[in-house]
């Protein structure tokens, strides 16, 4: 079981690869090589998920040294927990989705191979982030992820695209310089980068208190710029809306989530805890975003544009609920970024169906879609009665989990910013749908024809998820969400949880 | 002492390039000093006074090597980094090239077409 948790991480990376190899010999092959690796990952990734794996997996024949309470980790250590397991489980399911939409996204042009060079990279950069035991490794597998997806946003090569990868990668790599400033703070202060020695150290409060703060202060400003937060937001709404459809459902669905929101929970809940100055800090964040995204999204007419913006938004929901650090707090706020997945990589890759469909991206010159391209309008539809919350989807049981956790944990003012948003989320989207789908056709739209199956099959997938995770979630998908939550804040008086992760690398309990 | 707050300083020097310069190849210079402060400061956490270099010869014993050397883990880290920025800086300088063929100019008041 532990050999298997490399394979998340080498599978993709040999897909990369394979891709790179046979871009002259058969470049036809490599849009294949993408959606094998991806069914690949997620056939891993749900043997992981129904069998409950967890454990560590050492590179490179090192491993564990010392004994008992001196015991010390040396090497790179991948592990595989509750809070890994659900987020691998997404990436493996949007970039299932993605790599089917690909096939007949993009036309077999010359680029196209070295598009699945970096889709397989991105991936692997993203499953290694999720796996990574200490802090420099996340770092790397954060860098291997973002520097593929800078090239990705850059890939279709206009003035603008290449204006917002240059914008992106500045960014993004100020944002990575401070989570590396970050780190080697705590490695000055402790001697550790293992995240299971590094939160016992800081447990011992072997990190004088400004250090602390100062590293602290380096991961919201890094993670905060990775989940895009509102202050340090701007990159998003170029980049995502200038990377083709199916990638821009894998950043906005999965890349703000597993560099930002997974790593501000492991670092901060399991390694540097939250105390009060994070805790506000992260729920400002949240609340300006939730209210920041939702208004600059009305003004928006490019539909890519009001979808990023509504990402920045709904990344605020996740951060109000993990600054709470209560378990139903983190759960919540885990189940909506789950359910974030969901729909936003359905609405992007809808986004590019109904770009196929009009010709255009701006809503304006859209209309009566629903009569010439039904499949697709019925994805659209789907995803965007999710994102707005309507009860049968998951998108209104994860915004209510958010606000009882709210309302339980005091933080009643946060709850009514958070309810307020949502109805703003439901405006636009009323707007979206009236606007493309129905009203009059026109003319020029007279012979517009349906994308193919390939296209609006993987958007009909990911919404009969989304209504399946907001019907069936008591049964099975709290099973999930909860080992997740579990692995990050315990319920109910239990052990907390960094000791749990402590125990995961080292074996046995920390005496 | 100094070499931290000189390791700042550069950090510094790094951030106003970046921010402040309109024209892009500066920026991609101030990413680069950025990029050296904090290796540079990687460096210095690892350092000991009066140590060598972590090279372990054949024979050497153990204990006399971890107390005569200094720290080697900094430095294997400021490798990766350094190949890592490396890639970053390739990739900025492909963009700074493709942007200046599109636009003729490097100036980013000029080229700036995306808003928000």
């Given amino acids: 079981m532990e050999t298997s948790v490399p394979a998340f991480v080498a599978l993709p990376l040999f897909a990369g690869f394979a891709c790179l190899l046979l871009k002259r010999a058969a470049p036809d092959a490599t849009p294949w090589i993408s959606v094998g690796s991806m069914l690949g990952l997620l056939a891993l990734a749900a043997i992981a998920t129904a069998r409950g794996d967890g454990g560590v997996a050492f590179a490179g024949g090192w491993g564990l040294r010392g004994a008992g309470a001196d015991a010390f980790v040396v090497g790179i250590a991948l592990v595989l927990d509750g809070l890994s397991r659900l987020f691998l489980l997404l990436v493996a399911v949007v970039g299932t989705a993605s790599s089917i939409y690909a096939l007949r996204y993009l036309a077999p042009e010359a680029g196209r191979p070295l598009f699945h060079v970096l889709f397989n990279v991105l991936v692997a950069g993203m499953n290694g982030a999720l796996l990574a035991g200490d802090l420099f490794n996340l770092y790397v597998f954060v860098e291997v992820a973002s520097v593929a997806s800078y090239g990705l946003v850059a890939y279709r090569a206009g003035g603008t695209e290449v204006e917002a990868a240059f914008k992106y990668l500045v960014l993004g790599t100020l944002a990575s310089t401070a989570i590396l400033l970050g780190t080697t703070v705590l490695y000055a202060a402790t001697g550790y980068l293992n995240m299971a020695d590094l939160s016992a150290g800081i447990a011992r409060g072997e990190v004088p208190r400004i250090p602390l703060l100062f590293a602290s202060g380096l991961f919201v400003l890094g993670f905060g710029t990775k989940t895009a937060a509102m202050p340090f937001h701007a990159w998003l709404p170029d980049a995502h809306p200038s990377a083709p459809a199916p990638i821009s459902a894998m950043l906005s669905g999965l890349l703000i989530k597993t560099l930002g929101i997974y790593a501000l929970v492991r670092v901060f809940s399991v390694v540097v805890g939250i105390d009060d100055h994070v805790r506000t800090t992260l729920t400002v964040l949240g609340c300006l975003s939730m209210w920041g995204g939702v208004l600059l999204a009305q003004a928006q007419d490019d539909l890519k544009r009001i979808l990023a913006f509504h990402s920045v938004s709904q990344m605020g929901y996740v951060l109000i609920a993990i600054a709470l650090d209560t378990w139903l707090g983190v759960a919540a706020g885990l189940f909506h970024a789950m359910n974030h997945a969901l729909f936003k990589s359905a609405l992007f890759l809808s986004s590019g169906s109904l770009e196929e469909v009009t010709g255009t991206r701006r809503l304006s010159g859209m209309g009566g879609v629903f009569q010439r391209a039904p499949a697709t309008s019925v994805g659209l539809v789907g995803a965007c009665l999710s994102i707005s919350g309507i009860p049968p989807f998951n998108g209104f049981w994860s915004k209510l989990l958010i606000l009882i956790a709210l309302v339980s944990a005091g933080q009643m003012l946060v709850a009514v910013l958070a309810a307020g948003a949502a109805l703003m989320t439901l405006v636009t989207f009323v707007k979206v749908q009236r606007k493309a789908l129905f009203g009059t056709l026109p003319a020029r739209l007279a012979d517009a024809r349906e994308v193919p199956a390939a296209m609006y099959l993987p958007v009909l997938a990911l919404v009969v998820l989304c209504l399946l995770s907001g019907l069936l979630w008591p049964v099975g998908v709290d099973g999930v969400i909860g080992a997740a939550a579990s692995a990050v804040r315990a319920p109910f008086g239990e052990r907390p949880a960094a000791a749990v992760y402590v125990e995961t690398i080292h074996g046995e309990p920390p005496r | ?116």
């Fill in chain 2, 1 to 116: 002492m100094t070499f931290y707050a000189l390791t700042f300083a550069l950090f510094g020097v790094g951030l106003y390039g970046l921010l402040a310069k309109r024209n892009i190849l500066k920026k991609v210079l101030g990413l680069i000093i950025l990029d050296h402060a904090i290796n540079l400061l990687l460096v210095a956490v690892g350092y000991r006074a009066g140590r060598g270099a972590p090279i372990r010869l054949p024979g050497d014993d153990t204990t006399a090597f971890v107390l005569g050397s200094v720290d080697p883990l900094p430095q294997a880290l400021v490798l990766t980094s350094i190949v890592i920025g490396l890639g970053v800086t390739m990739l900025l300088v492909a963009m700074v090239v493709r942007l200046h063929q599109r636009y003729g100019t490097l100036d980013v008041d000029q080229m700036d077409r995306l808003k928000g």
